[in-house]
Protein backbone atom coordinates (compact mmCIF):
# COMPACT_ATOMS: atom_id res chain seq x y z
CA UNK A 1 0.00 0.00 0.00
CA UNK A 2 0.70 3.54 -0.17
CA UNK A 3 3.18 4.79 2.60
CA UNK A 4 5.60 8.00 3.14
CA UNK A 5 8.77 8.24 5.15
CA UNK A 6 9.84 11.47 6.42
CA UNK A 7 12.86 12.31 8.52
CA UNK A 8 12.96 12.06 12.23
CA UNK A 9 12.73 15.03 14.55
CA UNK A 10 13.20 16.98 16.13
CA UNK A 11 14.85 19.74 13.99
CA UNK A 12 16.39 22.58 15.90
CA UNK A 13 17.45 25.07 13.78
CA UNK A 14 18.40 29.02 14.61
CA UNK A 15 17.00 31.52 12.96
CA UNK A 16 17.66 32.58 9.10
CA UNK A 17 19.37 28.92 8.91
CA UNK A 18 18.85 26.59 5.85
CA UNK A 19 16.06 23.76 6.42
CA UNK A 20 15.42 20.74 4.37
CA UNK A 21 12.94 18.56 5.92
CA UNK A 22 13.35 15.00 3.69
CA UNK A 23 10.04 12.62 2.64
CA UNK A 24 10.13 9.70 0.31
CA UNK A 25 6.88 8.25 -0.74
CA UNK A 26 5.84 4.78 -2.17
CA UNK A 27 2.62 5.05 -4.07
CA UNK A 28 1.14 3.03 -7.61
CA UNK A 29 0.19 5.24 -10.02
CA UNK A 30 0.64 9.25 -9.94
CA UNK A 31 -0.11 10.45 -6.71
CA UNK A 32 -0.47 13.98 -5.76
CA UNK A 33 2.00 15.12 -2.57
CA UNK A 34 1.26 17.93 0.13
CA UNK A 35 3.05 19.27 3.04
CA UNK A 36 1.02 20.05 6.34
CA UNK A 37 1.69 21.86 9.43
CA UNK A 38 0.64 22.35 12.41
CA UNK A 39 1.76 25.32 15.09
CA UNK A 40 1.40 24.72 18.46
CA UNK A 41 -2.31 24.85 19.50
CA UNK A 42 -3.53 24.87 16.10
CA UNK A 43 -5.38 22.33 13.28
CA UNK A 44 -2.99 20.95 10.63
CA UNK A 45 -3.37 23.39 7.13
CA UNK A 46 -2.24 22.60 4.09
CA UNK A 47 0.85 24.40 3.62
CA UNK A 48 1.42 23.14 0.10
CA UNK A 49 0.76 21.05 -2.74
CA UNK A 50 1.72 19.82 -6.48
CA UNK A 51 -0.03 17.06 -8.55
CA UNK A 52 2.14 15.83 -11.18
CA UNK A 53 5.63 15.27 -11.82
CA UNK A 54 8.14 18.37 -11.72
CA UNK A 55 6.06 20.58 -10.14
CA UNK A 56 6.96 22.67 -7.25
CA UNK A 57 4.64 23.54 -4.46
CA UNK A 58 5.59 27.29 -2.96
CA UNK A 59 4.00 29.02 0.18
CA UNK A 60 4.90 31.12 2.47
CA UNK A 61 8.79 30.62 1.44
CA UNK A 62 8.88 26.95 1.79
CA UNK A 63 9.00 24.77 -1.54
CA UNK A 64 8.92 21.59 -2.56
CA UNK A 65 9.67 19.85 -5.74
CA UNK A 66 7.75 16.30 -6.92
CA UNK A 67 10.52 14.32 -7.99
CA UNK A 68 9.04 11.07 -9.71
CA UNK A 69 12.52 9.71 -10.31
CA UNK A 70 13.69 9.50 -6.44
CA UNK A 71 10.17 9.72 -5.37
CA UNK A 72 10.35 12.62 -2.77
CA UNK A 73 9.25 15.60 -1.88
CA UNK A 74 11.38 17.08 0.13
CA UNK A 75 10.45 20.54 2.06
CA UNK A 76 13.14 23.23 1.83
CA UNK A 77 13.11 26.87 3.18
CA UNK A 78 16.45 28.76 2.59
CA UNK A 79 15.97 31.41 6.31
CA UNK A 80 13.63 29.88 9.22
CA UNK A 81 11.88 32.07 10.98
CA UNK A 82 11.03 31.35 15.04
CA UNK A 83 7.78 31.71 14.12
CA UNK A 84 8.08 28.77 11.72
CA UNK A 85 8.28 26.17 14.40
CA UNK A 86 5.89 23.76 14.30
CA UNK A 87 5.50 19.43 13.07
CA UNK A 88 5.24 19.52 9.63
CA UNK A 89 3.78 16.43 7.72
CA UNK A 90 4.62 14.96 4.29
CA UNK A 91 1.41 13.33 2.77
CA UNK A 92 -0.21 11.88 -0.49
CA UNK A 93 -3.37 11.17 -2.13
CA UNK A 94 -3.36 8.50 -4.82
CA UNK A 95 -6.56 6.95 -5.86
CA UNK A 96 -8.51 7.43 -2.43
CA UNK A 97 -9.15 11.24 -1.38
CA UNK A 98 -7.62 10.02 2.01
CA UNK A 99 -4.48 11.43 2.54
CA UNK A 100 -1.58 9.03 3.60
CA UNK A 101 0.74 10.75 6.30
CA UNK A 102 4.07 10.40 7.33
CA UNK A 103 5.14 10.87 10.84
CA UNK A 104 5.60 14.77 11.23
CA UNK A 105 8.91 15.78 11.97
CA UNK A 106 9.11 18.76 14.84
CA UNK A 107 11.31 21.92 14.00
CA UNK A 108 12.27 24.23 16.75
CA UNK A 109 14.02 27.47 15.27
CA UNK A 110 16.09 29.34 18.00
CA UNK A 111 16.38 33.35 17.82
CA UNK B 1 -15.70 32.20 9.31
CA UNK B 2 -14.78 30.02 12.17
CA UNK B 3 -12.46 26.69 11.78
CA UNK B 4 -13.40 23.42 12.76
CA UNK B 5 -13.41 22.83 16.63
CA UNK B 6 -12.89 20.40 18.60
CA UNK B 7 -13.53 19.43 22.27
CA UNK B 8 -12.08 18.74 24.47
CA UNK B 9 -8.74 19.53 23.70
CA UNK B 10 -7.20 17.28 26.46
CA UNK B 11 -8.95 14.26 28.04
CA UNK B 12 -7.47 11.87 30.82
CA UNK B 13 -9.49 8.79 31.36
CA UNK B 14 -8.59 5.59 33.14
CA UNK B 15 -8.76 2.25 31.60
CA UNK B 16 -12.50 0.64 31.07
CA UNK B 17 -13.53 4.10 31.30
CA UNK B 18 -15.81 5.85 28.29
CA UNK B 19 -15.02 9.27 26.49
CA UNK B 20 -16.74 10.93 24.12
CA UNK B 21 -14.70 13.53 21.72
CA UNK B 22 -16.71 16.04 19.90
CA UNK B 23 -16.13 18.33 16.25
CA UNK B 24 -17.91 21.08 14.64
CA UNK B 25 -16.64 21.40 11.10
CA UNK B 26 -16.87 24.34 9.08
CA UNK B 27 -20.67 25.63 8.52
CA UNK B 28 -21.55 24.18 5.50
CA UNK B 29 -19.40 21.45 5.03
CA UNK B 30 -20.62 18.28 4.00
CA UNK B 31 -17.64 16.47 4.53
CA UNK B 32 -16.29 15.25 8.00
CA UNK B 33 -13.17 12.92 8.90
CA UNK B 34 -11.50 11.44 11.81
CA UNK B 35 -8.30 11.22 11.99
CA UNK B 36 -6.00 9.71 14.92
CA UNK B 37 -2.15 10.03 15.63
CA UNK B 38 -0.38 7.61 18.22
CA UNK B 39 2.09 9.33 19.71
CA UNK B 40 5.05 9.73 17.22
CA UNK B 41 3.31 8.03 14.09
CA UNK B 42 1.41 8.47 11.64
CA UNK B 43 -1.42 10.28 11.55
CA UNK B 44 -4.31 7.17 10.18
CA UNK B 45 -7.67 7.81 8.42
CA UNK B 46 -10.62 5.93 11.18
CA UNK B 47 -13.98 7.39 9.05
CA UNK B 48 -15.33 9.79 7.03
CA UNK B 49 -18.99 11.56 6.84
CA UNK B 50 -21.14 12.61 4.11
CA UNK B 51 -23.88 14.40 5.98
CA UNK B 52 -25.12 12.58 7.89
CA UNK B 53 -24.18 9.14 6.76
CA UNK B 54 -21.26 6.88 6.78
CA UNK B 55 -19.11 6.76 3.72
CA UNK B 56 -16.33 4.81 4.81
CA UNK B 57 -15.22 4.02 8.01
CA UNK B 58 -12.60 1.25 6.99
CA UNK B 59 -10.26 2.50 9.57
CA UNK B 60 -12.40 2.28 12.55
CA UNK B 61 -9.83 0.23 15.08
CA UNK B 62 -12.90 -1.71 16.51
CA UNK B 63 -16.09 -1.99 18.00
CA UNK B 64 -15.21 0.10 20.76
CA UNK B 65 -15.04 3.03 19.06
CA UNK B 66 -18.32 4.74 17.78
CA UNK B 67 -19.42 7.62 15.60
CA UNK B 68 -22.28 9.56 15.18
CA UNK B 69 -23.32 12.51 12.99
CA UNK B 70 -26.64 13.68 14.16
CA UNK B 71 -28.20 16.02 11.72
CA UNK B 72 -25.22 16.23 9.71
CA UNK B 73 -23.86 19.07 11.98
CA UNK B 74 -21.65 17.87 14.43
CA UNK B 75 -20.23 14.53 15.24
CA UNK B 76 -18.96 12.60 18.40
CA UNK B 77 -16.47 9.95 18.25
CA UNK B 78 -16.95 7.62 21.25
CA UNK B 79 -14.80 5.22 22.80
CA UNK B 80 -16.02 2.96 25.00
CA UNK B 81 -14.59 1.29 27.09
CA UNK B 82 -11.08 2.76 26.36
CA UNK B 83 -7.87 0.98 26.45
CA UNK B 84 -4.64 2.17 26.76
CA UNK B 85 -3.24 1.78 23.06
CA UNK B 86 -6.14 4.02 22.52
CA UNK B 87 -3.88 7.28 23.76
CA UNK B 88 -3.09 9.39 21.06
CA UNK B 89 -4.49 12.73 19.38
CA UNK B 90 -7.97 12.79 17.35
CA UNK B 91 -7.77 14.86 14.87
CA UNK B 92 -11.45 16.17 12.57
CA UNK B 93 -11.62 17.59 9.22
CA UNK B 94 -14.28 18.67 7.15
CA UNK B 95 -14.35 19.99 3.64
CA UNK B 96 -16.77 21.42 1.33
CA UNK B 97 -18.96 18.61 -0.71
CA UNK B 98 -18.65 19.52 -4.99
CA UNK B 99 -16.83 22.92 -4.15
CA UNK B 100 -14.43 24.45 -6.11
CA UNK B 101 -11.47 23.03 -3.53
CA UNK B 102 -13.11 19.59 -2.59
CA UNK B 103 -9.56 18.68 -1.71
CA UNK B 104 -8.72 20.41 0.68
CA UNK B 105 -9.49 19.35 4.03
CA UNK B 106 -9.45 21.55 7.00
CA UNK B 107 -8.32 19.80 9.92
CA UNK B 108 -9.03 20.56 13.76
CA UNK B 109 -7.15 21.51 16.63
CA UNK B 110 -6.94 17.70 17.58
CA UNK B 111 -7.82 16.32 20.97
CA UNK B 112 -5.27 14.60 22.95
CA UNK B 113 -6.44 11.84 24.78
CA UNK B 114 -4.61 10.15 27.51
CA UNK B 115 -5.47 6.29 28.96
CA UNK B 116 -3.74 5.43 31.74
Known amino acids: GDSVTQMEGPVTLSEEACLTI???????????LFWYVQYPGEGLQLLLKATKADDKGSNKGFEATYRKETTSFHLEKGSVQVSDSAVYFCALRGGSYIPTFGRGTSLIVHP | EAGVTQFPSHSVIEKGQTVTLRCDPI?????LYWYRRVMGKEIKFLLH????????ESGMPNNRFLAERTGGTYSTLKVQPAELEDSGVYFC??????????????FGPGTRLTVL
Open chain 2, 49 to 56: FVKESKQD
Open chain 2, 27 to 31: SGHDN
Open chain 2, 93 to 106: ASSPYRGRNTDTQY
Open chain 1, 22 to 32: NCTYTATGYPS
